[in-house]
Nanobody, 121 residues
Framework: QVQVVESGGGWVQDGGSLRLSCTTSGLTKYNYATGWFRQAPGKESEFVAVSRWSGANKYYGNAVRGRFTISRDHAKETVYLQMRNVRPDDTAVYYC??????????????WGQGTQVTVSS
């Protein structure tokens, strides 16, 4: 059974930092890509970042490039999203998702429940 679990959300002040974690299980035989998406109230889902299996190929959404960093620890089956210099418009529910093709593009196959990030000004 595949599980995708996010953690690390919470409150952070404008300009602060926060690290989100995404731990997967049931996928040890596969070379999958892992991405982060977010959805703010009243807005559509937005791509944040994605890392291919090797970790060498990483892509970021325009709104977060230069401030957020995605990384992965294969031994822990965990992908991190380091958020720096956050802004109030980063407030959203952040979702982790797995792309079984490994390319990080196209449909994502498994999703977590999401973790709330709130940036206070």
């Amino acid at each position: 059974q595949v599980q995708v679990v996010e953690s690390g959300g919470g409150w952070v002040q404008d300009g602060g930092s926060l690290r989100l974690s995404c731990t997967t299980s049931g996928l040890t035989k596969y070379n999958y890509a892992t991405g982060w998406f977010r959805q703010a109230p009243g807005k559509e889902s937005e791509f944040v970042a994605v890392s291919r299996w090797s970790g060498a190929n990483k892509y970021y959404g325009n709104a977060v490039r230069g401030r957020f960093t995605i990384s992965r620890d294969h031994a822990k089956e965990t992908v991190y999203l380091q958020m720096r210099n956050v802004r109030p418009d980063d407030t959203a529910v952040y979702y982790c998702a797995v792309n079984m093709s490994g390319r990080g593009s196209g449909p994502f196959d498994y999703w977590g429940q999401g973790t709330q990030v709130t940036v206070s000004s």
